[in-house]
């Protein structure tokens, strides 16, 4: 079955710091990949995506590129600042049904 | 655009009682919603998937008696929780999808539901 891992938190971070986390995955098929971010105390919110190898989904100066053939969806940034504090997850799509598969989800922390 | 709502955001309810949330799409015609549930830290759980006009499907190991959901039109469905017991104490997040906006699907804020 369709499986999704990534890095496990909590990652804290300087404001400024550059963000990287780690999203690889398992699946049958061509799936889309996801980023969706979760702020306190809310739900999530689609961050990025990117539906075929080697896109790039991009928002708010995060980036992730579909990379086929390390299955794989990593999330950078180049400057994160405190208002980026949230849980991130990574989830795919497959063809089949096109439910959603989330991973364990990320906590990231930014100091000032 | 692609606006998904849900009311209420937080509820506190005694045990054995039933408690209703509604997942809106706002700006949009949802032909498929999904339900998830969220223990604290962790990931979302899928519970169920509607379509507007049939019956939900289940995922495996939910209770479909006791977690009643309808999508009787293509801007609204409702999970019930029936006889809830605080062991259903948790955060209810649903989803929409359709209306042209392709595979993706659109978060509401959710629902924490305290049942005490």
């Known amino acids: 079955g369709n499986s999704v891992t990534q890095m496990e938190g909590p990652v804290t971070l300087s404001e400024e710091a550059f963000l990287t986390i780690n999203c690889t995955y398992t699946a049958t098929g061509y799936p889309s990949l996801f980023w969706y971010v979760q702020y306190p105390g809310e739900g999530l919110q689609l961050l990025l995506k990117?539906?075929?190898?080697?896109d790039k989904g991009s928002n708010k100066g995060f980036e992730a590129t579909y990379r086929k053939e390390t299955t794989s969806f990593h999330l950078e940034k180049g400057s994160v600042q405190v208002s980026d504090s949230a849980v991130y997850f990574c989830?795919?799509?497959?063809?089949?049904?096109?439910?959603?598969?989330f991973g364990g989800g990320t906590r990231v922390l930014v100091k000032p | 655009g692609a606006v998904v709502s849900q009311h209420p955001s937080r509820v506190i309810c005694k045990s054995g009682t039933s408690v209703k949330i509604e997942c809106r799409s706002l700006d949009f015609q949802a032909t498929t919603m999904f339900w998830y549930r969220q223990f604290p830290k962790q990931s979302l759980m899928l519970m169920a998937t509607s379509n507007e006009g049939s019956k939900a499907t289940y995922e495996q190991g939910v209770e479909k008696d006791k977690f009643l959901i309808n999508h009787a039109s293509l801007t609204l469905s409702t999970l019930t929780v029936t006889s809830a017991h605080p062991e259903d104490s948790s955060f209810y997040i649903c989803?929409?999808?359709?209306?042209?906006?392709?595979?993706?699907?659109?978060f509401g804020p959710g629902t924490r539901l305290l049942v005490l």
């Open positions: 989803s929409a999808r359709g209306g042209g906006r392709g595979e993706t699907q659109y």
């Open positions: 989830a795919l799509s497959s063809a089949a049904g096109n439910k959603l598969t």
């Open positions: 990117a539906t075929k190898a080697d």
